[in-house]
């Protein structure tokens, strides 16, 4: 089965076509209209494994915040539609990820359960032009759409820059494991016999 999903999103803030699959090999295609997120999505999708397209238009002419927040909308929805019925995924995932002095770790429960537990303090207020505020924006939204419970702990960093990567690289293998179909998982890992 093709665990794959198409959103789009169309506000008088954003307009967005986003198409996510689970089971890729780690190409993407960014119009993000914001170049640090496609930056760091870029890595996201590199390091787990997905497949991830995004045309966004948005009123980056006032800053980048609707574009960001809702690109994180769609693709948390996108991730949860992909999923479908969760039936055999490992359902955690958790990935340590150094960049240079920085040392990110992400631990995700695909849970259904929304919750962002975010431990990251960033030197800097912006990187290039991109607020860094809006990381935890991102994540946040992330989070609540996918219905996942997700936590991000940066350990140690002196640049922002390093962590932030960190953080989306660390993101994307976690969500490779937690989204990994196991042969020996029978339905989904819940003794509640749902997710």
């Known amino acids: 089965m093709e665990r794959e999903a198409s959103i789009e999103r169309n506000t008088n803030e954003t307009k967005i076509r986003l198409a996510f699959a689970i089971d890729g090999d780690g ?8 170049p640090f997120m496609s ?9 787990g494994l997905f497949n991830l397209t995004i045309d966004a238009k948005g009123d980056i ?22 999923l479908g019925d969760k039936q055999g995924i490992k359902r955690y995932g958790n990935s340590f990820v150094p960049m240079d002095e920085a040392l990110a770790q992400v631990v995700v429960d695909l ?3 929304p919750h962002l537990e975010m431990r990251a303090e960033f030197p800097a207020q912006k990187v290039g032009t991109f607020d860094t505020e ?6 946040w939204k992330l989070a609540l759409e996918a219905r996942m419970n997700l936590h991000v702990i940066v350990h140690y960093g002196k640049n922002t820059h390093h962590i932030i990567e960190a953080i989306f690289k660390a993101l994307g293998r976690a969500l490779d494991e ?3 179909v196991d042969p020996r998982i029978k339905g989904v890992p819940s003794t509640k016999g749902m997710l």
């Open 134 to 139: 809006l990381v935890h924006e991102f994540l």
């Open 27 to 34: 190409r993407s295609n960014l119009e993000t209209g914001v």
């Open 61 to 82: 002419e006032v800053d980048d915040h609707h574009t960001t927040e809702d690109i994180g909308i769609c693709l948390g929805q996108a991730l949860l539609e992909a």
């Open 111 to 113: 849970s259904n359960r």
């Open 39 to 47: 930056h760091m999505l870029d890595l996201f999708t590199k390091h």
């Open 178 to 180: 937690a989204t990994t």
